[in-house]
């Protein structure tokens, strides 16, 4: 791949810390973890799609109706 930034081999852990913000964009961005894990309130300013179940407080909403 050209234009590309890869960092690889021993690194166990990478730490950013800032002060205000983190922008990341792109065309898209992929993350890619057994577990996801946010810490604070999560806003999507848009669609969400999940191909498994959702959960809320351990109850999965996937089955909410009105």
Do not use: F
């Not at 898209?28 to 300013?45: F, K, Q, R, S």
Request: proline residues 0%.
């Amino acid at each position: 791949m050209t234009h590309t930034l890869t960092v690889k081999g021993g690194i166990e852990r990478i730490v950013i810390e800032v002060a205000v913000g983190i922008s990341l964009k792109g065309k898209t961005i992929d993350l890619t973890a057994d577990t996801t894990t946010v810490n604070g309130n999560l806003e999507i300013n848009g669609n969400a799609h999940s191909t498994g179940s959702m959960l809320s407080d351990g109850q999965n909403s996937s089955h909410h109706s009105h």
